[in-house]
């Protein structure tokens, strides 16, 4: 297979859409479903398993940067974003988010895969079993969300997502958001995670010999282009959809999807 295949081209844009209407649903980039499809792809070309990985993980932060633009923007219009915790979790989760991509172009293939999986199992876990809607108030501790801000932008940056997977879980446990407050306030996150380790995977994918034609670093231009734009298109409304649907209802989806893809990253399936 090759990405001028039409296959290929057909895989690409739905996946895109796919993780579009699950980024504004969920408040998360969606890189736990855009890499291991790219990673499967980029393989199916020939190319090399620790290439593959790489820029699949590295992609889809420069696509989860844009979706969560998008979002963001329309869960502010629904009030539903603390622009001073994210902004908090975000300045700190860029810097570690960026540390996270110069870890990951160090690993091999199924260490970053097996790690992916488990981090993923684990936030569904923790998600599963914290309410869907809070009557408490959120946390207003600076160091919480400094502290949180450095574990979801390192992971972000090491395995290639936004970081939702991640916050999710620390909002709705640790820092006491109800789940709507939370993906809102995730989405936005998000933008500063995934622009620190989209620099991240471009400086260190920089003059990597066996790259795809058409690569910034470890991000590939053309999958970024066919998963970007129908992402970007589908993303905004997955947000309006998601304040239709009850609260645990959301969680519930979010927690399903996660189990299964961190399960196939793993190698169970």
């Known amino acids: 297979m090759t990405p001028a ?10 996946t895109g859409a796919f993780t579009g209407i699950i980024s504004g649903l969920l408040g998360v980039g969606g890189g736990f479903v855009m890499t ?12 090399q398993p620790d290439l ?18 998008s979002v963001a923007l329309k869960y502010h219009q629904k009030h539903a974003v603390q622009w001073k915790q994210a902004t908090i979790m975000g300045i700190t989760g860029s810097i570690f988010s960026f540390g996270g991509a110069a870890v990951a172009s160090q690993l091999s293939a199924s260490t970053l895969s097996t790690i992916f999986g488990i981090v993923v199992i684990i936030g569904a876990l923790r998600t599963y079993l914290a309410p869907a809607v809070r009557e408490s108030e959120i946390s207003t501790n600076p160091a919480l969300y400094i502290l949180a801000g450095i574990f979801i932008g390192f992971f972000s940056g090491l395995l290639g997502i936004g970081g939702g997977v991640i916050a999710l879980p620390i909002m709705l446990i640790f820092l006491h958001f109800g789940m709507r407050n939370a993906v809102g306030t995730s989405s936005a996150v998000i933008m500063f ?9 471009i400086v260190n994918g920089m003059d990597q010999p066996g790259l795809p034609p058409y690569s910034l670093g470890y991000i590939n231009l053309i999958d970024w282009v066919l998963l970007a734009v129908p992402g970007f298109l589908a993303a905004r409304r997955g947000a309006e959809v998601a304040h239709l649907i009850n609260p645990e209802h959301l969680k519930h989806l979010f927690v399903l999807l996660m189990i299964y893809v961190g399960l196939k990253m793993i190698g169970f399936f």
Request: aromatic share 12%.
């Open 5 to 14: 295949e039409p296959l290929y081209l057909v895989i690409m844009i739905l």
């Open 36 to 47: 291991p499809i790219q990673y499967w792809l980029l393989q199916e070309t020939g190319l």
């Open 52 to 69: 593959a990985i790489r820029v699949a993980l590295g992609t889809s932060l420069f696509v989860i940067l844009l979706n969560s633009i």
């Open 193 to 201: 995670t995934s622009f620190g380790g989209s620099i991240g995977y």
